[in-house]
């Protein structure tokens, strides 16, 4: 990723800020000109909470150069409480304990080092709920 799209995704990637439509009050993650629902523009920042639910996962056992070190990793499907689904890697849980409908939070982890360069790419997950 260049230094300008790292600079231009840092607010939705490290605290989930989206935006809500004002016309129809849907809220978006990520961040679009226009509204999914209404076609309206949707310009308006929101934060989202960073807690929902698993509505879907899969278990990564071969993975790109990047990732290597994480397999086998869980990527999930997360329906955010505010109502967008986003695509995240699940950490602090076993593959084998993760369920539908479990409960998670987001957290700013590691991504992947860009090789020899040594650029460290820092974005959200998704957890268990603790408490």
Known sequence: MSLPAVWRT???RYSL???VCSKCGAKIFPPRD???????PAQTPYSFSGRGVVYSFAVVYQASEEFEEYVPYTVAMVK???GPMV???????????????MPVEMVTRKLY????????????????CVG
């Open 10 to 12: 840092r607010k939705q």
């Open 17 to 19: 800020v989206g935006e």
């Open 34 to 40: 226009l509204c999914p629902e209404c076609s309206k």
């Open 80 to 82: 955010l409480e505010e």
């Open 87 to 101: 695509t995240a890697q699940l950490t602090d849980v076993d593959p084998e304990e993760v369920r539908i409908g």
């Open 113 to 128: 080092e860009e090789g020899e360069r040594g650029v460290i790419h820092y974005g959200y997950k998704f957890r268990p």
